[in-house]
Structures are given as structure tokens and as C-alpha cells.
T-cell receptor, first 113, second 116 residues
Framework: GQQVMQIPQYQHVQEGEDFTTYCNSSTTLSNIQWYKQRPGGHPVFLIQLVKSGEVKKQKRLTFQFGEAKKNSSLHITATQTTDVGTYFC?????????????FGGGTRVLVKP | DAGVIQSPRHEVTEMGQEVTLRCKPISGHDYLFWYRQTMMRGLELLIYFNNNVPIDDSGMPEDRFSAKMPNASFSTLKIQPSEPRDSAVYFCASSLRAGVGNQPQHFGDGTRLSIL
């Protein structure tokens, strides 16, 4: 069935390095949302992308929506220990009503100091 | 402003017992969602409500699970009888009505459920 796939599942990053996590779908998406869940916490909304090719930045985080609106990426520069957590992408799939979102499996980020 | 409030935060009970999880959404939000999170299956949508009406319950695992939303400020998720495989973190989330894009979903702190 239709779903949203995230890679990698796990990301071990040395503090200070950059990394990117990806979100892919086989179908065209109307929008993409990104959430962060700290260990032991709950998912917290970060950002939403709606337009083809859209790029948004939040400090060291850069979010991009693909031109075909089938993929998205989250790039973090100069990783810090506060970036530890699981990052989820989520989208409303075609033929889905209301505000129902389908979440990807998440990328769990571990930072080595 | 108060966020989504869930209770209890932790629940440990023996299999076969009835479990009731509670959620108070953010005031003014039209949508309420119940999710289950496990390491194996990730974050799964169980059911969601729009204006207190259940819209999609296709994620509810089986008849042992039921959810209600008697009014705009309260929802329950009930498991009867509970089984060890129901052990998970259960999140409630609420949101405003979707527009051109989707609205952010605001999650509660979750209920960590352990069935022995």
C-alpha cells in the first residue's frame, strides 16, 4: 500500500558533523511535515512544506521538498547533542480526508560527543 | 496554554484486565487522534475523530479496542480484555481543521502501558 519511507533508520553522528535524513514516497504528496521526538518524549511539530522545491531553514536545520513532491530531506549542520532524537516525516496521502497523516518510520539520531 | 493532556502517564496491569486511557485535546481543536508506538511497528494511527465523530478506525487492531469522544474536550481509548502484546506507548494528538496544507498535530505526553 501507499506509505512514506524514511532512510536511514538509524544515524550515528559525531558531534560537529553534518547529516541528512530522507523521506520518500511512491506517490505525489500534497505536503510534508517533520516532527522530532526526544528520547522518552512525544513527537513535536517542526515544520511543514507545501510547494514543489520548497526549502525552509530553522537555524541549523534545512528542510527541502522535492520538485516532484515525492520526497523530502532534513539536513542538520554542525550536529549537537541536543539534536538527539527520532525525526519523523508525515504526510496526508492522496484520497485521504481531513487532517489524517501517515508517518514514516523515523530516523533515530544518536550523537557521539 | 495547556497542551494535550493524557492520563495516566504510566499503567501497569495484568492481562485480561480492562484498561482505559484518557485524553483532553487542546481547546478549539477539531480533530483528535489516537496513536500507538512500539519499536517494532513505529507510530501507528488507531483512530481519529472530527468534531467528536469517529472518521477512520481502520487502524484499531481488533474488537478489544474501542474509542469514544463524548464531547469536544474528552476522549477515551479502552482495551478489554488487555493482552501483553498491547504493551506500548499510546499517544493522543489534536489539531485544527486542515486547510491548503495540513495542520500540525499536537501530541500529549503519552501513556506508557505495560500488560503483564
Amino acid at each position: 500500500g501507499q506509505q512514506v519511507m524514511q532512510i536511514p533508520q538509524y544515524q550515528h553522528v559525531q558531534e560537529g558533523e553534518d547529516f541528512t535524513t530522507y523521506c520518500n514516497s511512491s506517490t505525489t504528496l500534497s505536503n510534508i511535515q517533520w516532527y522530532k521526538q526526544r528520547p522518552g518524549g512525544h513527537p513535536v511539530f517542526l515544520i511543514q512544506l507545501v510547494k514543489s522545491g520548497e526549502v525552509k531553514k530553522q537555524k541549523r536545520l534545512t528542510f527541502q521538498f522535492g520538485e516532484a513532491k515525492k520526497n523530502s530531506s532534513l539536513h542538520i549542520t554542525a550536529t549537537q547533542t541536543t539534536d538527539v532524537g527520532t525525526y519523523f516525516c508525515a504526510s496526508r496521502l492522496p484520497d485521504t480526508a481531513g487532517n489524517k497523516l501517515t508517518f514514516g518510520g523515523g530516523t533515530r539520531v544518536l550523537v557521539k560527543p | 496554554d495547556a497542551g494535550v493532556i493524557q492520563s495516566p502517564r504510566h499503567e501497569v496491569t495484568e492481562m485480561g484486565q480492562e484498561v482505559t486511557l484518557r485524553c483532553k485535546p487542546i481547546s478549539g481543536h477539531d480533530y483528535l487522534f489516537w496513536y500507538r508506538q512500539t519499536m517494532m511497528r513505529g507510530l501507528e494511527l488507531l483512530i481519529y475523530f472530527n468534531n467528536n465523530v469517529p472518521i477512520d478506525d481502520s487502524g484499531m487492531p481488533e474488537d478489544r479496542f474501542s474509542a469514544k469522544m463524548p464531547n469536544a474536550s474528552f476522549s477515551t481509548l479502552k482495551i478489554q480484555p488487555s493482552e501483553p502484546r498491547d504493551s506500548a506507548v499510546y499517544f493522543c494528538a489534536s489539531s485544527l481543521r486542515a486547510g491548503v496544507g495540513n495542520q500540525p498535530q499536537h501530541f500529549g505526553d503519552g501513556t506508557r502501558l505495560s500488560i503483564l
